[in-house]
């Protein structure tokens, strides 16, 4: 079964820097794109990035860029999401996502994990 | 960038009804128009893809059509367990997607 287990929720304080995870499971973790999608409090959601474990080929929205980091470590089937300074704006649940690459849509995603930022 | 446009942004209806949602792409995206439901708490879940192909183990009261800009997501025998927000989302150029801003679907 694939699975994508995200950590846990983060209380953190303005300018805090933050790293979250998404283990994949069931599945061989370097063939899947790995999608990153934010949503903040009681509003839609959000296409951040995208990363490629096999060999960290990396894109971002340009709403993202420079605002995130996305990485992964295949030896051990993790994406990641970063920031080096966390603004009260980035409150919010961010969930991971397995893209599916014939329909271009996720075919798993993670539980989210919730991140407030609040001083 | 490709804009996704929803409406409605609410809808109340009856159990049993049929419920219609529209997506406007903001120029052709042929047919990469995904569905989602999204219930409080919880990750989205694929409904529908390319644009009219219903998710394995999805209802068949869910169906989807349209191509190029148009799309709509129609809810047959609306149920108690359909309440949820839905969402469109456009994948015409990867690796880019775009959301259209839900639509929450109550029931009366």
């Known amino acids: 079964e694939v699975q994508l287990v995200q950590s846990g929720a983060e209380v953190k304080k303005p300018g805090e820097s933050l790293k979250i995870s998404c283990k994949g499971s069931?599945?061989?973790?370097?063939?899947?794109?790995i999608d990153w999608v934010r949503q903040m409090p009681g509003k839609g959601l959000e296409w951040m990035g995208i990363?490629?474990?096999?060999?960290?080929?990396?894109r971002y929205s340009p709403s993202f860029q420079g605002q995130v980091t996305i990485s992964a470590d295949k030896s051990i089937s993790t994406a990641y999401l970063q920031w080096s300074s966390l603004k009260a704006s980035d409150t919010a649940m961010y969930y991971c996502?397995?893209?599916?690459?014939?329909?271009?849509?996720?075919?798993?995603w993670g539980q989210g994990t919730l991140v407030t930022v609040s001083s | 960038d490709i804009q996704m446009t929803q409406s409605p942004s609410s809808v109340s209806a009856s159990v049993g009804d049929r419920v219609t949602i529209t997506c406007r792409a903001s120029?052709?995206?042929?047919?990469?128009l995904a569905w989602y439901q999204q219930k409080p708490g919880k990750a989205p879940k694929l409904l529908i893809y390319?644009?009219?192909s219903l998710q394995s183990g999805v209802s068949s009261r869910f169906s989807g059509s349209g191509s190029g800009t148009d799309f709509t997501l129609t809810i047959r025998g609306l149920q108690p367990e359909d309440s949820a927000t839905y969402y469109c989302?456009?994948?015409?150029?990867?690796?880019?997607?775009?959301f259209g801003q839900g639509t929450k679907v109550e029931i009366k």
């Open positions: 996502a397995r893209r599916e690459m014939a329909t271009k849509t996720v075919d798993s």
């Open positions: 069931g599945y061989s973790f370097t063939n899947y794109w």
């Open positions: 990363i490629y474990p096999g060999d960290s080929d990396t």
């Open positions: 120029q052709g995206i042929s047919s990469w």
């Open positions: 390319s644009a009219s």
């Open positions: 989302q456009q994948a015409n150029s990867f690796p880019t997607w775009t």
